[in-house]
C-alpha cells in the first residue's frame, strides 16, 4: 500500500491522538563508487522516491513512545536511561539516534513517534540511514534545535559507526540530508564538497531486488574495511604521504604490488580504479553521455565481483539479465553486497519493457517475481507534503 502523509498521520492519531508534526527521508541508491566512501573516495550517489516516514508529537515528560508499522511493534525508551545496543533490533536504531544527539549536547524532549516505510529493509537502499536521518531531523525539530544539515548526516553515521556496529562511511547520510530532488550528488567523501548534478532526461535508474541476502552484513563490511585499512598500513612505509586507499594511484599500487598479497592487492585495485570511474562518470553524466555511464557502471560491478569480492550468483545473474536486454545501458551491485538489490541504467521510453522482461526472466530463477522500483530522486530529509484532503462525495459537499 502507498504511504502517504495522510495514512501516517492517521495512524498516528489511531495510536496516540492528538496532532503529529510530519516528517520523511529518501532512502539512496549509489549510481557508482561501491565502498569508495570509507576510503575517503568518490561516490556519485541519488535518493530515491520510497521514504521513512515519521509522525511525532511532543511528550512533557523525558519518554520516547516508538510504535513501528512494519513490525507492528511499541517500544519506550527513556532519554536518560539508554542502554548500548544489545542486537540490531528496529527500536535500536531509535535508541542510537537519541543517545548520540543528546552526548553531542542536543537536549531532547520525549515524544510519541510513528515510523512507516518503503524502502526495503537490508536492500541495499540504506533504509537504516533513512530512517536514523528523519529521525534526527524529527526529534531536533520538535525540540527547537538547528543544526547544520552536514553535522545531522554526521552525527547519523555515528549511529551505524558507534551505536549499532557498523563502520561505514558518510554518503548515505550525507545524500540523505544534502542531496538536490531529480539530481545526482558527486561527493568528495574526504573534503565532503559536492556537486549536483542533472539526472538524465533520456535514462532511468531502475532498482531490481534479488530476493537473497546470504551473509551477515555487518561482518563482511567491516572485513573489507579493515582489509583496506591494513593495506595503507603495508604501503605507508614506501608511500609515506598515504593517509587513505583514495591517496593511491593505479601506477603506484603496481609499483608498489610486491609489498601485498594478492587479496589486499585486489581490494586496493577496486578502491583505485573505482575512484577513477566515479569521476568519470560524473563527467559522463554532465555531458549526457548515458552509454559511457553505463559502461562504467558495469565495469564497476565486474570489479566489485572480482576484486572486491562481495557479489553473489543471484546479484550476479540479476546483473547479466539485465545487461542482455538492450534497452540497459549497464547495471550493478547496490550497498554493501552478498545480496540486496541491482541499480541499472535504462533507456527511460524502454523501460516497461525492460521490467517486465527481469520479471519473467529473474522471475523465474527466483520462483516469484521481483520487487523492482524506478528511481524518481526525492527531496532530502525535512517536512512531508502538506496532507492531501479527504476526499468528499459530491454530494455531501453539495448538503
Ligand atoms: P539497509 O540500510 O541496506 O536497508 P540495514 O541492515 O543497514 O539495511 O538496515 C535495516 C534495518 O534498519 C532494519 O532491519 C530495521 O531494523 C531498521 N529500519 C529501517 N527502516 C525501518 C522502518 N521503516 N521501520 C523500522 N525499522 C527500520
Ligand atoms: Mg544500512
Given at each position: 500500500m502507498t504511504i502517504t502523509s495522510?495514512?501516517?498521520?492517521?495512524?498516528?492519531?489511531?495510536?496516540?491522538?492528538?496532532?503529529?508534526?510530519l516528517f520523511r527521508a529518501p532512502g539512496r541508491v549509489n549510481i557508482i563508487g561501491g565502498h569508495t566512501d570509507y576510503n575517503e573516495g568518490f561516490v556519485l550517489p541519488t535518493t530515491t522516491g520510497l521514504h521513512t516516514w515519521v509522525a511525532i508529537a511532543p511528550r512533557t515528560d523525558r519518554t520516547l513512545r516508538v510504535f513501528s508499522r512494519l513490525f507492528d511493534s511499541l517500544e519506550e525508551i527513556d532519554l536518560d536511561r539508554i542502554e548500548k545496543c544489545a542486537d540490531a533490533q528496529w527500536y535500536e536504531y531509535v535508541k542510537g539516534?537519541?543517545?548520540?544527539?543528546?552526548?553531542?549536547?542536543?537536549?531532547?524532549?520525549?515524544?510519541?513517534?510513528?515510523?512507516?516505510?518503503?524502502?526495503?529493509?537490508?536492500?541495499?537502499?540504506?533504509?537504516?540511514?533513512?530512517l536514523e536521518t528523519v529521525l534526527a531531523f524529527a526529534l531536533l525539530d520538535r525540540a527547537d534545535i538547528e543544526i547544520e544539515r552536514g553535522e545531522l548526516a554526521q552525527l547519523c553515521q555515528r549511529v551505524e559507526t558507534e551505536y549499532v556496529g557498523i563502520r561505514c562511511g558518510i554518503m548515505d547520510q550525507y545524500v540523505i540530508s544534502r542531496c538536490v530532488k531529480n539530481r545526482a550528488m558527486m561527493l568528495d567523501c574526504r573534503s565532503l564538497e559536492f556537486q549536483s548534478v542533472e539526472m538524465p532526461a533520456d535514462a532511468r535508474l531502475l532498482v531490481v531486488d534479488t530476493g537473497v541476502s546470504h551473509r551477515l552484513p555487518v561482518g563482511e563490511y567491516n572485513s573489507r574495511r579493515e582489509e583496506c585499512e591494513e593495506a595503507v598500513a603495508l604501503l605507508a612505509g614506501e608511500i609515506p604521504q598515504l593517509g587513505a586507499l583514495r591517496d593511491l594511484d593505479l601506477a603506484q599500487l603496481e609499483a608498489k604490488r610486491k609489498l601485498l598479497d594478492d587479496r589486499h592487492y585486489r581490494r586496493c585495485r577496486h578502491i583505485v580504479s573505482e575512484n577513477q570511474r566515479v569521476q568519470d562518470a560524473c563527467s559522463a553524466l554532465q555531458r549526457g553521455d548515458v552509454q559511457r555511464l553505463g559502461e562504467l557502471i558495469t565495469a564497476s560491478h565486474v570489479s566489485l565481483r572480482d576484486d572486491y569480492e562481495i557479489s553473489c550468483a543471484e546479484l550476479d545473474a540479476l546483473v547479466e539479465i539485465m545487461n542482455s536486454c538492450p534497452e540497459v545501458y549497464g547495471s550493478r551491485l547496490v550497498g554493501g553486497g552478498f545480496?540486496?538489490?541491482?541499480?541499472?541504467?535504462?533507456?527511460?521510453?524502454?523501460?516497461?519493457?525492460?521490467?517486465?522482461?527481469?520479471?519473467?526472466?529473474?522471475?523465474?530463477?527466483?520462483?516469484?517475481?521481483?520487487?523492482?522500483?524506478?528511481?524518481?530522486?526525492?527531496?532530502?530529509?525535512?517536512?512531508?507534503?502538506?496532507?492531501?484532503?479527504?476526499?468528499?462525495?459530491?454530494?455531501?459537499?453539495n448538503s
Open positions: 495522510r495514512s501516517v498521520h492517521d495512524a498516528f492519531v489511531g495510536r496516540f491522538g492528538g496532532q503529529p508534526q539516534v537519541a543517545a548520540i544527539l543528546e552526548t553531542a549536547g542536543h537536549s531532547l524532549r520525549g515524544a510519541d513517534i510513528v515510523i512507516d516505510g518503503d524502502i526495503p529493509l537490508g536492500g541495499g537502499l540504506s533504509s537504516s540511514a533513512s545480496g540486496g538489490c541491482v541499480v541499472c541504467l535504462v533507456d527511460a521510453p524502454h523501460l516497461d519493457r525492460v521490467m517486465d522482461r527481469v520479471q519473467v526472466e529473474y522471475g523465474a530463477l527466483l520462483g516469484r517475481a521481483p520487487w523492482a522500483h524506478a528511481v524518481t530522486p526525492s527531496d532530502p530529509v525535512g517536512p512531508a507534503p502538506t496532507i492531501e484532503p479527504l476526499e468528499v462525495p459530491e454530494s455531501a459537499a
